[in-house]
């Protein structure tokens, strides 16, 4: 099987994944279980729990070359860090704002991509400016700026893009893949997570007054109800597991900047989704003719992001290549103008010589 269709069946597996996680958490928190970081200590400890069993069975085999203790803690922590503010982004943020830094992760991701040594050609920055448009005009509806809100927004971009460039350098710089890097970094996601739920969802800090922490959520072991909503949180496991299986996968075979681009194309595809399901009934207009625009703009944009990655992995010339006219073509991408014009001149030199 090809990378390119592994690579396919990784985007497929995270956008299918992550909308039925995303879906079946907010029935769990609706059930009453309202401790997002103690469902995420739970989604950890799962993890450690599931590569634990496939080490045992042989399925599982441990990296040769394995990852220090600080590049362990570092990623974990940046991929605590972004969840947690991407979170409290949206607790003190307007949702219009909250997608906005949402929009920023390609650019910041891209700046940081300099240090590293990675740079990103004209056209594959067409794209993404493409795909930003749409999925702005289609999300972004109002913007309310707070101060602290602003900083949480900040920490959310700036951790969630270290983190997605950690877990692709990381896997290179060590040979790592995966699923090694998901394994080892699983014990200290879970210990980082157990320290914040504890103090944040376990503690009632304005005793004597009723808090309703997740030890009280526990303590009503009798309720057939609860356990029902337990159930559910193990399904909330499965498919953590499978969203980190293939984020990991993803971003180990393509890269931080194409994983940005299958968010948002699953950003696109949740909201065609709550188009035809649930239809709003006095839904504006305007802003239902907003979203479709955006949403097929961003989906052009993703088509052309993938094409133009595709040509320039395989040495093709891409859609822009065929369809520009050559002005564009010389603005987009002088290398390869100046290439054409030195084979031009060596085919010249030949004939004169001949």
Not at 20 to 28: I, Q
Not at 144 to 161: I, K, Q
Not at 177 to 192: E, K, V
Request: glycine share 10%.
């Amino acid at each position: 099987m090809s990378d390119n269709v592994i690579s396919l069946l990784y985007a497929v597996g995270n956008i299918s994944s992550s909308v039925t996680l995303v879906l079946l958490n907010k029935r769990v928190f609706s059930r009453g279980f309202a401790y997002p970081m103690t469902l995420t200590f739970f989604h950890f400890v799962f993890t450690i729990g599931f590569f634990e069993i496939l080490y045992c069975v042989g399925q599982y085999h441990k990296p040769k070359q394995p990852l220090l203790p600080v590049e362990k803690f570092k990623v974990a922590f940046s991929g605590l860090a972004s969840i947690g503010f991407m979170n409290l982004s949206l607790t003190y943020n307007s949702v219009g704002f909250y997608q906005v830094t949402k929009l920023v992760l390609i650019p910041v991701t891209m700046i940081i991509n300099v240090f590293y040594g990675v740079t990103t050609s004209s056209k594959i920055k067409f794209s993404l400016a493409i795909i930003l448009l749409g999925v702005g005009v289609a999300t972004v509806t109002d913007v309310e700026l707070r101060m602290l809100g602003f900083f949480f927004g900040c920490s959310a971009v700036l951790s969630t893009a270290m983190f997605q460039i950690w877990q692709g350098t990381k896997q290179k710089d060590f040979g790592l893949s995966g699923t090694q890097l998901q394994a080892a970094i699983a014990p200290w996601q879970s210990a980082q997570a157990l320290l914040v739920s504890g103090l944040a969802e376990a503690i009632c800090w304005s005793a004597p007054a009723p808090c309703g922490t997740v030890l009280d959520y526990f303590s009503h072991y009798d309720d057939p109800k609860h356990w029902r909503t337990l159930g559910m949180v193990v399904g909330t496991c499965f498919l953590a597991l499978m969203v980190n299986f293939t984020s990991f996968g993803l971003i180990g075979r393509t890269g931080p900047i194409t994983f940005q681009v299958v968010g948002h194309a699953k950003t696109c595809l949740v909201l065609v989704g709550g188009y035809v399901l649930f239809p709003a009934p006095n839904q504006d207009m305007q802003q239902m003719y907003n979203n479709i625009a955006g949403v097929s703009v961003a989906f052009l944009g993703c088509i052309l992001y993938g094409n133009v990655k595709y040509s320039e992995g395989q040495g093709k010339d891409d859609c822009l290549d065929l369809v520009c006219p050559g002005g564009v073509i010389r603005l987009l991408d002088p290398a390869k103008q100046q290439g054409d014009s030195d084979e031009t001149t060596e085919k010249t030199a030949m004939v004169s010589k001949a």
